[in-house]
């Protein structure tokens, strides 16, 4: 995406980054959340939303409207209530359709993020003797490469992929991932990966590809994908293409639907604010909304609406993502992501990617301010392939950086071995935030 915004020439003082927050269209936006506060009762500087997202002011409210309705209604509140618990996570799924680029039809709320991603490979990994690898980043999240691992694990031992192509015996079954996983690496000294490196793997793997699954931004580096490309070239060599949105969902323009992403899942207690353990989002593209061949865990939720209630044995799927639900979803969770997509609603996708990139191309501009060799930042410098996080690499991993920033109050994280994370939301982080955090580590670099 283009900003309209023209490009500045930054300034490294606390009254040039007024002035930013004095222009931003958004900046009453951090008034709609609880900034947690330090001992001295002053904000903290929060730069964690990429891991759990601030409470929104309004959750208690819409919370609490579920209390009263379950109080007055018992299960009558199934149709009674202000909004009705039966259809409630539809309410949903058109702000959540927006955030990623998707059609209603497409989209559904449901679980929580590594139960979507396995659900979603019980119908789009489906290997084969000739098509049976799985690409991932090397430094993928921990629970991605745990669900790939068994999913690999699962069906080899099921002789899924163990089946000799040429004679058809099965093999003996062997449970660990050898040959079936491959790992995208950055070049040696290089921080990321390279768009080219990801294209030449697949083309070297080709129709021995089942199922390319990458974060669409990575927890670590923070490098967003080039989503159009890979998916085109990943349906080339005849794959699935499917995408982790964690660190991407609320933080980065997403078009699934046109760039013809196959599925993708995403939690929403990072950008998307919906609280601890928050429920999450599933995407499953138009084109296979009635794939009822495709082999799907199921369960009551994803049944046909009409005929639900007539507690029939044989599972009917409900066209569009709808149909991979399985249970009738948790309504305080559903309550709680509402109140911060009614926000998301109010301030537009379009709006935060324009002050996010301001906001965290002032960060880095302020990063390399600070001329010490111990720290750099190993997130791209392409606004258009990074989020609002920046990675800073710590040299020597020395954490005690880390400890002393966060005894002046800034709240960020540390991941092993060398990098602080920090990622300034647009909804809720301002210039002057970014301003402080820079002086403070600038301090302590000292
Ligand atoms: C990229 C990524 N994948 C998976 C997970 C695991 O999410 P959950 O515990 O909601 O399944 C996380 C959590 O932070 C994540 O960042």
Redesign the pocket.
């Known amino acids: 995406m283009s900003t309209n915004l023209q490009p500045l020439n930054f300034e490294n003082s606390a009254s040039f980054a007024a002035k930013l927050d004095a222009q931003d269209s958004l900046k009453n936006f951090r008034e709609k959340f609880y900034i947690p506060k330090r001992p001295d009762g002053e904000d903290v500087l929060y730069f964690t939303g990429n ?1 759990l997202g601030l409470q929104p002011k309004t959750v208690r409210a819409y919370i609490e409207q579920e209390l009263k309705d379950w109080e007055m209604f018992g299960v009558e509140g199934h149709f009674k209530a202000k909004n009705p618990w039966m259809p409630y996570h539809e309410i949903l799924t058109k702000a959540m359709a927006k955030i990623v680029g998707a059609k209603p039809i497409e989209t559904v709320v449901m679980n ?4 979507n ?1 396995h659900l979603l490979m019980v119908s789009f990994y489906r290997p084969t003797a000739q098509r049976y690898k799985i690409i991932i980043e090397a430094g ?2 921990p ?2 490469q745990y669900a790939v691992q068994s999913q690999i694990k699962f069906h080899r031992e099921r002789g899924h992929l163990a089946r000799n192509a040429s004679d058809g015996r099965t093999k003996p079954p062997q449970g660990g991932t050898q040959n079936a996983l491959i790992e995208l690496k950055p070049r040696e000294s290089e921080t990321y990966l390279r768009t080219e490196d990801i294209e030449k793997t697949i083309a070297e793997n080709g129709d021995s590809i089942a199922l390319i699954l990458l ?1 669409g931004v990575n ?1 670590y580096t923070g490098q967003a994908f080039d989503f159009q490309c890979i998916t085109e070239v990943g349906h080339k060599v005849g794959a699935v293409v499917g995408f ?1 949105l ?2 991407a969902a609320g933080n980065i323009e997403l078009n699934l639907h046109d760039w013809n992403v196959d599925f993708a899942a995403w ?1 929403s ?2 950008y998307l604010n919906s609280g601890p ?1 928050g429920i ?1 989002g599933c995407f499953v593209h138009e084109r296979h909304a009635e794939s009822f061949d495709l082999p799907r865990f199921a369960g009551w939720w994803g049944h046909d609406k009409e005929t639900r209630f007539l507690m029939g044995s044989e599972f009917v799927p409900i066209k569009g993502a709808e149909g991979w639900q399985l249970s009738n979803p948790p309504i305080f969770q559903l309550a709680a992501l509402k109140a911060s997509l009614d926000i998301f609603e109010e301030a537009g996708m379009k709006n935060l990617v324009e002050k996010s990139r301001r906001l965290t191309g002032y960060l880095e501009f302020l990063l390399g301010e600070i001329h010490d060799g111990r720290i750099s930042v190993i997130t791209p410098s392409d606004e258009n392939e990074r989020g609002c996080q920046l990675s800073i690499r710590v040299k020597d991993a020395d954490r005690n950086l880390f400890k002393q920033i966060t005894k002046r109050g800034v709240v960020a994280d540390w991941r092993e071995p060398d990098v602080i994370r920090v990622a300034p939301v647009p909804l809720y982080n301002s210039f002057a935030d970014v301003f402080h955090f820079a002086k403070i580590l600038k301090n302590c670099l000292r």
Do not use: E, I, N
Request: glycine share 10%; hydrophobic share 35%; with cysteine.
């Open positions: 891991s929580s993020l590594t139960v991603l993928a999240f629970s991605d974060g927890y982790d964690a660190h939690c207690y990072k353990g999450a």
